[in-house]
T-cell receptor, first 113, second 113 residues
Framework: KQEVTQIPAALSVPEGENLVLNCSFTDSAIYNLQWFRQDPGKGLTSLLLIQSSQREQTSGRLNASLDKSSGRSTLYIAASQPGDSATYLCAVRASGGSYIPTFGRGTSLIVHP | DTGVSQNPRHKITKRGQNVTFRCDPISEHNRLYWYRQTLGQGPEFLTYFQNEAQLEKSRLLSDRFSAERPKGSFSTLEIQRTEQGDSAMYLC???????????FGDGTRLSIL
């Protein structure tokens, strides 16, 4: 059974810092990995999707990397802003027939001015 | 692209009552997913559809839960004889395919009195 862990569980930083959020998974046979942000009381907003054959994806100040062999993905946020405050979740989609996504518990990020 | 729409946004009901939620996916998205999320946790997969076919159901989905997607468009999730433990946020997501990102609605928050 796939297990997804996100570290740290919570993070509070001053504005302008560069951040790294971690996502680890136990079964490296994945189809793809997706990063989301979730604001309080809202649904999830897709940030980046990395296919299993890719090493990284970039969108604006966000960069996500994937190392399947070590079961890890990182989300890098450059020059953090207060508007980045949210919970960040990763979801791993298994390969081998099921393709069911497994989510981590998320990292709760606060960026203070 | 009007996004994934879920109704109602909030539902408060007494234990033992039946409730039904609706999800309208992004048009042309053939895959539709239902998740349940409790406080401090990531979304847990419940079931998904490819067009009108329900392809997989989680063990979390007891006999009291049923989902439909008639004609491969909107979907409904019904919970019969609600219990306290059903209190959660119910999220719907859709995608164009397995290798495409999932897009989420804002969810329906269910509270059981």
């Amino acid at each position: 059974k796939q297990e997804v862990t996100q570290i740290p569980a919570a993070l509070s930083v001053p504005e302008g810092e560069n951040l790294v959020l971690n996502c680890s998974f136990t079964d490296s046979a994945i189809y793809n990995l997706q990063w989301f942000r979730q604001d309080p009381g809202k649904g999830l907003t897709s940030l980046l999707l990395i296919q299993s054959s890719q090493r990284e994806q970039t969108s604006g100040r966000l960069n996500a990397s994937l190392d399947k062999s070590s079961g890890r993905s990182t989300l890098y946020i450059a020059a953090s802003q207060p508007g980045d405050s949210a919970t960040y979740l990763c979801a791993v989609r298994a390969s081998g027939g099921s393709y069911i996504p497994t989510f981590g518990r998320g990292t709760s990020l606060i960026v203070h001015p | 692209d009007t996004g994934v729409s879920q109704n109602p946004r909030h539902k408060i009901t007494k234990r033992g009552q039946n409730v039904t939620f609706r999800c309208d996916p992004i048009s042309e998205h053939n895959r539709l997913y239902w998740y349940r999320q409790t406080l401090g946790q990531g979304p847990e997969f419940l079931t998904y559809f490819q067009n009108e076919a329900q392809l997989e159901k989680s063990r979390l989905l007891s006999d009291r839960f049923s989902a439909e997607r008639p004609k491969g468009s909107f979907s409904t999730l019904e919970i019969q004889r609600t219990e306290q433990g059903d209190s959660a946020m119910y999220l719907c997501a859709s995608s164009l395919g397995i290798n495409q990102p999932q897009h989420f609605g804002d969810g329906t928050r269910l509270s059981i009195l």
